[in-house]
């Protein structure tokens, strides 16, 4: 049986004991030294704890105890800096090899690599500014202790707020658990981060401490939780000098305007023309240009985006129509463009019927709008349905975001009606699976995020869903 050796004064030390008595271990064996009768509770003696009364400083004594016990470690928990140096230097005499741990709450300098000094100081320290807001709460005696485990609380407010897991871009991290009502949630692809949940995530420090900046933020952080980049592809040889000169000045008000950090741009039928000429002119140092001369149509959109962590992708009508299936699969979200020139928009808006949607499109589309200074409006039509419920959800939106979002709600007139005309708007849409491909129920849908196609000539967001 392994045999541990723990020396112990104080009233810590104490409850330190109570506590290893709890855990009912029986694959060691635990010699306890004391010479303070107050450090021990001496009816927690039992067949796997053994009790020695002698003073711990005394080199001798320490040498005699090992020269009876074969000890694979050594623990020291002394009230005293004094006597915990003296039984530290004490044992090392006697046995250089031997793991030490050492509860030190002083600020010990100990060189020794067989030696782990626990500061009491820096863990209380931490354990306290944990229950401090908006201070990250890292895992102190789990992995490497160097911040790369940390909960975090969603805020309300917060961009993760109404997420699916598999529309957040976790490159060199991941979200590992949820925890909501005291219940833990296993984190996958479709389970969807509510305000106040706790999150586990998991990753290398410096992107954590990132990640909770972003989770904690306020509003105006797009296009994150996606990615950190925007990307436009454009076919030269399918669109006009007009219509290539206005995606890539929409590419660039986005760019400037929200918290994207790279622009690229990606070119496939490449010809000579004006466009061509300013573009290779153009050297914006967070613009990264790509001319394929040697494609003639996209191969695979999930090759072109690797490795780009793009937030949004950028594409126009004939494209988005074309490849709708693969940009589902990518869950990150598009834009297609629209008839009119983009710094001409004025309002954002969702239509909608169904409060799923709403959760999901509502604060995307305050936060982006916001940063493009866009007045953010919410049309809601349930013809069938009068739901207190949904009423009473569509009040806490708006109380949420401070009355930014203006709410239509008129079951007796469908906006598709009002507004298919209307093209100086920038659509939000629920981008799910009964979206790639158009039959008769859909086109007889009430559903009008099925109906997107009848403002086709807006510029449109659909936003990703498992």
């Known amino acids: 049986m392994n045999q541990i050796l723990l020396i112990l004064d104080g009233i810590l030390a104490k409850y330190f004991l109570e506590r290893l008595c709890l855990q009912k271990t029986s694959d060691y064996h635990f010699d306890v030294v004391y010479y303070n009768e107050d450090s021990i509770d001496l009816k927690l003696e039992n067949e796997y704890i053994n009790f020695i009364k002698f003073d711990p400083s005394s080199a001798s004594k320490l040498k005699d105890l090992f020269l009876k016990n074969s000890y694979t470690q050594a623990f020291i928990h002394m009230k005293d800096e004094f006597d915990a140096k003296a039984v530290y230097d004490n044992i090392r005499e006697i046995d250089e090899d031997l793991n030490i741990v050492m509860v030190d709450f002083w600020g010990l300098s100990i060189n020794d690599s067989l030696c782990e000094l ?53 490159k060199r991290w991941r979200i590992a658990l949820i925890y909501r009502n005291k219940k833990i949630i296993m984190p996958n692809p479709s389970a969807m981060i509510m305000p106040n949940d706790n999150v586990l995530i998991v990753g290398e420090p410096s992107i954590l401490l990132n990640v909770y900046h972003k989770i904690k933020g306020a509003r105006g952080q797009f296009p994150a939780p996606f990615g950190n980049n925007l990307y436009l592809f454009l076919d030269m040889k399918r669109s006009s000098e007009k219509e290539l000169y206005k995606a890539y000045k929409t590419a660039n008000i986005l760019h400037s305007n929200t918290k994207s950090k790279r622009l690229f741009l990606h070119c496939i039928n490449v010809r000579l023309c004006s466009f061509y000429e300013d573009l290779k002119g153009d050297k914006k140092a967070s613009v990264s240009l790509h001319f394929d001369y040697e494609n003639t149509k996209i191969k695979n959109v999930k090759d072109m985006l690797i490795n780009d962590d793009v937030g949004l992708i950028i594409v126009d009508n004939a494209t988005f ?37 709403l959760e999901n499109q509502t604060g995307l589309m305050i936060d982006l709008s916001k940063q493009l200074k866009l007045n953010s409006w919410l049309y809601y039509y349930e013809p069938d349905n009068d739901s207190k419920k949904l009423a009473e959800h569509l009040q806490s939106l708006s109380a949420l975001y401070k009355n930014e979002l203006k709410i239509i709600n008129n079951n ?10 209307k093209k100086a708007s920038l659509q939000f849409i629920y981008f799910k699976k009964e979206l790639m491909s158009l039959n008769v129920r859909n086109l007889l849908s009430t559903n009008l995020n099925s109906l997107y196609y009848k403002m086709k000539k807006n510029y449109q967001v659909f936003i990703p869903i498992s």
């Open 118 to 170: 626990v500061d009491v100081r820096s863990s209380l320290s931490e354990y306290l500014l944990a229950f401090l807001p908006d201070v990250p709460n890292f895992a102190q005696n789990i992995g490497l202790s160097n911040g790369e485990i940390m909960e975090v609380k969603i805020p309300a407010y917060s961009i993760f707020a109404y997420r699916h897991i598999s529309s957040i871009s976790q």
């Open 321 to 357: 129509n074309k490849r709708k299936k693969e940009f589902y699969a990518l869950k990150i979200p598009i834009l297609k463009l629209g008839s009119v020139d983009f710094e001409d928009l004025e309002d954002a808006l969702i239509l909608s019927s169904n409060e799923d949607e």
């Open 412 to 421: 007796n007139k469908n906006p598709i009606l009002e507004l298919e005309h």
